[in-house]
């Protein structure tokens, strides 16, 4: 399976300030097509992951432009430039190119 | 707007089998792309892809649970379900089911029900 890493475990963010999380991938999540499947997701408290961020740095439906995500090959990261209240929960990585689809274990972000 | 909604027990004793069933409204089931699929949750813990199905019944499903494994469909109803036999303690966990699209090149879970607590116990 493709073990996904995050770090760190933990974010406590002042709103406002940027925030970076990182997800590293134990092989490469380039596909022979080009595409890279590597995703982002956000679990609010009390509520399913919704998804942020999907192929790397493409936004979902509906999500604000604070969020962006970059990466390639095995390393990525998603930013936050500027937290608000409504961002804090926990923060997945996801890579779809291999089933089983694996998720990384989790970055909580708090707000100071 | 596409909603899911699992149904299903909230206590199974241990050794038997956990069933569970998603009601799929505000989409067509049987779409080009989609399929349907269960992700689980541990208490406190991290995301488990479980499997997936598509509308015509072929499944995918993840290796390390693929023995205790079975989801089916019902396309009639709009509905898709989980059965998990054998089940012990490990297995409780929040059971979330997920759209899954995968067409034209781009795959991911975009829409998730709420999540139903499934607890193992005597």
């Known amino acids: 399976d493709v073990v996904m890493t995050q770090t760190p475990l933990s974010l406590s963010v002042t709103p406002g300030q940027p925030a970076s999380i990182s997800c590293k991938s134990s092989?490469?999540?380039?596909?022979?097509?080009?595409?890279?499947?590597m995703y982002w997701y956000l679990q609010k408290p009390g509520q399913p992951p919704q998804l942020l961020i999907y192929e790397v740095s493409n936004r979902f439906s509906g999500v604000p432009d604070r969020f962006s995500g970059s990466g390639s090959g095995t390393d990525f990261t998603l930013k936050i430039s500027r937290v608000e209240a409504e961002d804090v929960g926990v923060y997945y990585c996801?890579?779809?190119?291999?089933?089983?689809?694996?998720f990384g274990g989790g970055t909580k972000v708090e707000i100071k | 707007q596409v909603q899911l909604q699992e149904s299903g027990p909230g206590l199974v004793k241990p050794s038997e089998t956990l069933s569970l069933t998603c009601s799929v409204s505000?989409?067509?089931?049987?779409?080009?792309?989609?399929?349907w699929s269960w992700i689980r949750q541990h208490p406190g813990k991290g995301l488990e892809w479980i499997g997936y199905?598509?509308?015509?019944?072929?499944?995918f499903y993840n290796p390390s649970l693929k023995s205790r494994v079975t989801l089916s469909v019902d396309t009639s109803k709009n509905q898709f379900s989980l059965k998990l036999s054998s089940v012990t303690a490990a297995d409780t966990a929040v059971y979330y089911c997920?759209?899954?699209?995968?067409?034209?090149?781009?795959?991911?879970?975009?829409?998730w029900g709420q999540g139903a607590l499934v607890t193992v116990s005597s």
């Open positions: 505000g989409a067509s089931f049987i779409s080009h792309g989609y399929y």
């Open positions: 997920v759209r899954y699209y995968d067409n034209d090149g781009y795959r991911y879970f975009d829409y």
């Open positions: 199905i598509y509308y015509s019944g072929s499944t």
């Open positions: 092989q490469s999540l380039l596909h022979s097509d080009g595409r890279t499947f």
């Open positions: 996801m890579q779809s190119i291999q089933n089983p689809h694996t």
